[in-house]
């Protein structure tokens, strides 16, 4: 960016004024300026590591000026902030919109999209990167350069534009969105599997492990529990205790019963500890009861 900047003399310097990160330590705090990424408070950004002091060679001290030459995109308000509160907190002196006109867009105006317009001439077009509101206001200024509405394509993720023969037209959808990567695993965690981390980091889990006897379907071991997540180690006793006597209630329903699947009674035991549980705390941790035939 430096060097397009040079060669349309935006920007004037030569290459000796230049430094390597490792090279700034050696410099005039007060002669070096820092051109870098982060404006959106992006968490792994440049200016981010700085401002959480993480930055391996770059440390903001007291009296340093920051200048954040753009304005936040929808979204990504909270970012900005904490980034430039966090500056604040090491002493800097933060310059940004809108207390200070210091962005110019990077996008172009009306203006400019009709110049390109008249010099490219094409057939179809194909806006992106915009909101619906963004596309209802080009399609008025196609309409207004001659374009017939059915010639501006309002495309979505996955949606197919074929150009074939001189014409372009939408034709079905593809897969497409955010892939999850998980260790070695490429898109392959299921729903379910982000539904069950989401309530274990939300809630807890609760596990009951109950052994019954093969012949007779009474209790002969537990109900013992295991529980992560839940409560403080100052109410797990007392809690666990009480559905202790809940669960061998509910087990004792299915005693010298016909009964041969232990799914039902796993999921009998599931329901009445769960009722239990959030009765007395309205919180719905995952239950999980392991039966174990003995």
Known sequence: SCRIAEEWVYLHGSDSARLRPEEMAQADPREVVIVTTG?????????????????????????????????????????VLRT?????????????????????????????????????????L??????????????????????????????????????????????GKVSAGNVMVDGLGVGDVADVVLRDRRHLSQDGIVIAVIGIDKATRQVVSGPDFLSRGFVGEELVGELLDGARDVVLAKLEQFADTDVEEFDEIQAASRKALAKFIYDRTHRRPMIVPIVMEM
Do not use: C
């Open 126 to 171: 194909v806006p992106v990167h915009g909101e619906q509101r963004h596309f209802s206001k080009f399609v008025k200024l196609a309409e207004s350069m001659g374009y017939p509405a059915d010639h501006v394509f309002r495309m979505s993720p996955g949606d197919v534009l074929e150009v074939a023969d001189g014409k372009a037209s939408l034709n």
């Open 39 to 79: 404006s959106q408070g992006e968490p792994l950004s440049a200016l981010s590591k700085m401002a959480m002091e993480e930055h391996k060679q770059v440390k903001i001290t007291e009296g340093d000026t920051v200048i954040i030459s753009a304005t936040p995109i929808p979204g990504n308000e909270d970012l």
């Open 84 to 124: 430039i509160n966090r500056l604040f907190q090491q002493g800097a002196e933060v310059i940004y919109e809108p207390y200070a006109k210091v962005h110019v867009s990077g996008h172009g105006n009306q203006e400019d999209i009709k110049l390109m317009l008249n010099l490219l001439r094409p057939t179809y």
